[in-house]
């Protein structure tokens, strides 16, 4: 048995909350509090609708899921593999910020990607000791700057667990965190075998100025 409410009840509380934060002023201490709670209210309702409503789809001919409207929004992120065995997996959104309640949306929306992948033919590697790379695409002027131990990147390795590799412990994943101020609000995961960690980050330059990461402060 749960106790998890229906799709409509969490839709109405993310309106309602909605409304509140909108007609908060901008100075107002509890818009933080309130803008918190919007998102998870929002979030969870995502969660909750594919839960009930996901098996009403219909199938079409090709075997894919119908839109329940023309304008309903779809999940929107991609996942390729590389002719080195390498997964890509970009996330059209950033990380969730680790001291705000989280709701699992990074990890099901993740999850549901690499089920598509799945459901169109595409094979997954397996990895016995994977190097994860976790960038997120953001900018210092729009707020979104943190520390790293403040990002929700456990659920990355929470949704990869079990599916490209056996376990996220340290003996089984090793992980670094990066940021690209491009300002393109995405996030992307690449994972792959932990000896050719080498020749990955040698490949790029995690989007910073050389000459500037040698500069003086």
Request: aromatic residues 8%; neutral net charge; charged residues 25%.
């Amino acid at each position: 048995m749960t106790n998890e409410h229906t799709p409509s009840f969490y839709l109405q509380e993310a309106y309602h909350l909605a409304r509140e934060l909108e007609q908060l002023p901008p100075d107002a201490p509890e818009r933080s509090r309130t803008a918190d709670e919007a998102l998870c209210a929002a979030e969870t309702a995502v969660l909750t609708a594919r839960r009930t409503f996901g098996g009403l789809l219909e199938k079409g001919r090709q075997g894919k899921a119908l839109r329940l409207a023309p304008r309903a929004p779809a999940l929107t992120g991609t996942v390729s593999v590389t002719r080195e065995g390498w997964t890509v997996i970009r996330l059209d959104t950033l990380l969730q910020n680790a001291r705000r309640r989280t709701t699992g949306y990074i990890e099901n929306s993740l999850l549901e990607l690499l089920r598509q992948w799945r459901g169109r033919g595409g094979v997954l590697p397996w990895y016995r000791h994977a190097f994860v790379a976790i960038t997120e695409h953001t900018d210092r002027k729009g707020g979104n700057a943190y520390d790293p131990d403040n990002r929700e990147w456990k659920a990355v390795t929470n949704a990869l667990k079990g599916v490209l590799f056996e376990d996220d412990d340290q003996f089984t994943v090793s992980l670094i965190l990066d940021a690209v101020p491009d300002g393109k609000g995405c996030t992307e995961i690449m994972v792959l075998t932990y000896h050719e960690a080498a020749a990955y980050l040698s490949g790029r330059n995690f989007g910073k100025d050389t000459a500037a990461n040698r500069s003086k402060p």
